[in-house]
């Protein structure tokens, strides 16, 4: 990991505004599908798609929407970039995991900003 941001492969990664500490977080936690990060296609409402890794945690079903219910809704954090995240993210927006579409529902930047933290929902069960 990169220590102070500088050579790191978490440096070029980074938003604006996020020093060495938060480079190191945003390498451990966004730049590696190998541990927290799940590789999604982002899809803006009108737009077309874009490949970015998202923390997704996944919610509990609701048991009166049937067996097929597991995982319907999620938690997914994602950067607040250009480059390497979403700069405005919509609720409609499609985001792709797998084989599974879901849907935006709400989003709220947390992190001084530097995230978006999106309610998303799963669309063909």
Not at 76 to 95: C, F, N, P
Not at 105 to 116: N, R, Y
Request: glycine share 14%.
């Amino acid at each position: 990991m990169g220590g102070s941001g500088t050579g790191s492969k978490a440096s070029a990664f980074v938003p604006s505004g996020l020093n060495s500490f938060n480079d190191d977080l945003v390498d451990v936690f966004f730049n590696s599908t190998d541990g927290f990060a799940t590789a999604i296609t982002y899809t803006p409402v009108g737009g077309g798609g874009k490949s970015i890794n998202a923390i997704i945690e996944y919610g509990q079903h609701d048991l009166g929407q049937g067996s097929d219910a597991l995982n319907t809704e999620a938690i997914m954090q994602i950067l607040v970039d250009t480059t390497y995240g979403i700069a405005h993210v919509g609720s409609g927006d499609s985001v792709a995991i797998g084989s599974d579409t879901w849907k935006v529902l709400t989003a709220l930047k947390v992190d001084d900003g530097l995230v978006w933290q999106c309610e998303i929902s799963r669309v063909n069960r």
